[in-house]
């Protein structure tokens, strides 16, 4: 599974940013990351953090919001799209490619969306801050508005309702993989890029 190695390797970039390069760093770090991407990756790797930097304090501030990095004083930011702030570094550590997602129940009481506009007859469930979906294909990119019926401010809020058939969703594979075992995800044959907010 191709997205398997992605979740691996941004697990890995994860370990790696916060394993302490020199022996007993210390001081407080304080951390933004999205809540999902957050619970499921950073949280589990905090106790060796801390283990291996007894000196360390964390402020790890999981929010699907897009805050201002430099003013709220933070000094690392895990983003799932590209930063709006071209003066701050940068470092790509995985792909987060996304998938237009439906539990089977929705798609056996809607049908499958075949082109993109049919996007406009179901329920999309999305991020309050995205507006816009966009697909790639074939190296065109092409943005979809959406306004549906749901929008949240936490990816776990439009993946839940996802879930529980309410709607299409746009899901990276990191937002479905522990779940699949409860719910057989539909993926539909399309490929997202990036938010565009």
């Known amino acids: 599974m191709p997205y398997a190695r992605t979740i691996l390797e941004a697990e890995q970039s994860a370990r790696v940013l916060f394993s302490s390069e020199r022996q007993g760093a210390g001081g407080q770090l304080r951390v933004t990351a999205p809540s999902g991407l957050g619970q499921r990756i950073l949280v589990p790797l905090i106790p060796t953090l801390l283990a ?54 929705y798609l056996q009481r809607h049908g499958r969306p075949n082109r993109l506009a049919d996007l406009a007859r179901f329920t999309c469930l999305r991020l309050s801050n995205v507006l816009q979906w966009t697909f790639c294909n074939d190296g065109q990119t092409t943005g979809i508005s959406i306004d549906g019926r749901f929008s949240c401010s936490s990816v776990e809020g439009v993946r839940t309702l996802c879930k529980a058939g309410l709607g299409l969703a746009q899901l990276t594979h990191w937002d479905i993989r522990k779940s699949c075992a409860a719910v057989s995800w539909s993926h539909l044959n399309c490929r997202m890029c990036s938010h565009r907010r």
């Not at 897009?66 to 799932?80: E, L, N, S, T």
């Not at 709006?84 to 995985?94: G, P, T, V, W």
């Open 52 to 105: 291996e930097n007894p000196e360390m304090k964390v402020d790890l501030q999981l929010s699907d919001e897009v805050v201002d990095i430099v003013a709220q004083g933070f000094d690392v930011a895990i983003r799932v799209a590209p930063l709006r702030d071209s003066n701050l570094i940068a470092r790509k550590i995985a792909d987060n490619p996304r998938v237009l997602c439906a539990a089977p129940a």
